[in-house]
């Protein structure tokens, strides 16, 4: 079975950082672009990041460039997310969700999704 | 950015009516790269079209997408008490990818 299971979700304070993972199953993880999407409680989607099949490109949302990391690990089958910075609009459900496309490098449609991780940021 | 406006809101409906979700862009999107998903409460969102038009795999052939340029639709003809949800459209022909704010299908 194809599956994404995020992890790392936290309460945090405002500033702080946090590290989310995101583990694959069920597919070749080597073949696949990944994506960070977010939503924060009782809003919409809001998509965060990309990073390449080969970890060699990858795109931010405007609402966290300069405070994000995006990486991933071939060997442990995982996706990361660090986010430094953090600040109360921060709060939201982090979902990880491949892309649609093998081997793309701009990202595509996303067809498998994660349940979601949630990050609380508060004083 | 390209900015997504989905549009009623909120949309309240009976099973059986028939559903149309706008989705309008603020520059044309290249080669119809828009996708439509579906999020329940409390679940993930799920892929219903891709490419303004394309029924992701197992998606029934009530949802229909059209489309192009700067104005898609996503249809739903004879809602069934499952497809009550909220829909959202994303293009992804540009960087940033985006997403559209949401169009809530309730029912009535």
């Known amino acids: 079975e194809v599956q994404l299971v995020e992890s790392g979700g936290v309460v945090a304070q405002p500033g702080g950082s946090l590290r989310l993972t995101c583990a694959a199953s069920?597919?070749?993880?080597?073949?696949?672009?990944l994506h960070w999407v977010r939503q924060a409680p009782g809003k919409g989607l809001e998509w965060v990041s990309l990073?390449?099949?080969?970890?060699?490109?990858?795109e931010y949302g405007d609402s966290v460039k300069g405070r994000v990391t995006i990486s991933r690990d071939s060997s442990k089958k995982s996706l990361f997310l660090q986010l430094s910075g953090l600040r109360i609009e921060d709060t939201a459900v982090y979902y990880c969700?491949?892309?649609?496309?093998?081997?793309?490098?701009?990202?595509?449609?996303?067809?498998?999704w994660g349940k979601g991780t949630m990050v609380l940021v508060s004083s | 950015e390209i900015v997504l406006t989905q549009s009623p809101g909120t949309l309240s409906l009976s099973p059986g009516e028939r559903a149309t979700l706008s989705c309008r862009a603020s520059?044309?999107?290249?080669?119809?790269?828009l996708a439509w998903y579906q999020q329940k409460p409390g679940q993930a969102p799920r892929l219903l079209i891709y490419?303004?038009?394309n029924r992701a795999t197992g998606i029934p052939d009530r949802f229909s997408g059209d489309g192009s340029g700067t104005d898609f639709t996503l249809t739903i003809n004879r809602l069934e008490p499952e497809d009550f949800a909220v829909f959202y459209c994303?293009?992804?022909?540009?960087?940033?990818?985006?997403f559209g704010q949401g169009t809530r299908v309730d029912i009535q």
């Open positions: 069920g597919f070749n993880f080597d073949e696949y672009t």
């Open positions: 994303q293009q992804y022909g540009a960087s940033p990818k985006t």
């Open positions: 990073i390449s099949w080969d970890g060699g490109s990858f």
């Open positions: 520059q044309i999107i290249s080669r119809n790269q």
């Open positions: 490419g303004a038009s």
């Open positions: 969700a491949r892309d649609a496309l093998k081997w793309s490098y701009n990202g595509y449609y996303l067809d498998v």
